[in-house]
């Protein structure tokens, strides 16, 4: 079992639509939450943090819920420009530093 | 601010030929990592360096990978002999140290270069 599990989609939507990302990753020793979007043949750039309270910017929303160890993204309003690739991203702390666990990512593809 | 720089972008090698990476991170950037990407996953951390100091390499092939950080600054990452597999995008990354920040710092990754092994 992958430690960080995304559905690959592709997740195909039209303009203005809401769509939801889940993640579940498999190791209680995550520590810290990420999204990063990585656009076709670009690198992965970091989208936002997942906080347990759930946090917002913009049209995006995500969620985190320790108990279940799953994590969530919510695009509302979807745009052309918001199709890419979304990785779920887990810092599995060890000693004093993290590392970096990708999932496979997400694909979206939102069409006009 | 000019970005994490990799080079080449490109490159096609036959299997069991040799290839070298080449990463220039982000000035005053103490940690550099290395990863793998290949095509329809997510980025797999190679190794991690800490100035010019291996923090985390338990990921890397060590019989046929090999990187090197000699002045805490730009880094090579070297495949000999290269393998059919080995086909992926390579990624670097850079970060201010995480020691210092509970953990985690933002990576900020280099456009990759692009490997294909036939």
């Known amino acids: 079992r992958k430690e960080v599990e995304q559905d690959p989609g592709p997740f195909n939507v039209p303009e203005g639509a809401t769509v939801a990302f889940n993640c579940t990753y498999s190791?209680?020793?995550?520590?810290?939450f990420f999204w990063y979007r990585q656009d076709c043949r670009k690198e992965p750039k970091l989208l936002m943090s997942v906080y347990s309270s759930g946090n917002e910017d913009g049209r995006f929303t995500a969620q985190l819920n320790r108990a279940s160890q799953y994590i969530s993204l919510l695009i509302r309003d979807s745009k052309l420009s918001d199709s890419a690739t979304y990785l779920c991203?887990?810092?599995?702390?060890?000693?004093?530093?993290?590392?970096?666990?990708f999932g496979q990512g997400t694909t979206l593809q939102v069409k006009p | 601010e000019a970005g994490v720089a990799q080079s080449p972008r490109y490159k096609i090698i036959e299997k069991r030929q040799s290839v070298a990476f080449w990463c220039n991170p982000i000035?005053?950037?103490?940690?550099l990592y290395w990863y793998q990407q290949i095509l329809g996953q997510g980025p797999k951390l190679l190794i991690q360096f800490q100035n010019n100091g291996v923090v985390d390499d338990s990921q890397l092939p060590k019989d046929r990978f090999s990187a090197e950080r000699l002045k805490g600054v730009d880094s090579t990452l070297k495949i000999q002999p290269a393998k059919l597999e080995d086909s992926a995008v390579y990624l670097c990354a850079s970060s201010l140290d995480p020691q210092t920040s509970g953990g985690w710092t933002e990576q900020y990754f280099g456009p990759g270069t692009r490997l294909t092994v036939t």
């Open positions: 190791n209680s020793a995550s520590q810290s």
């Open positions: 000035s005053g950037h103490a940690t």
């Open positions: 991203v887990v810092n599995r702390y060890s000693g004093n530093t993290g590392k970096l666990i």
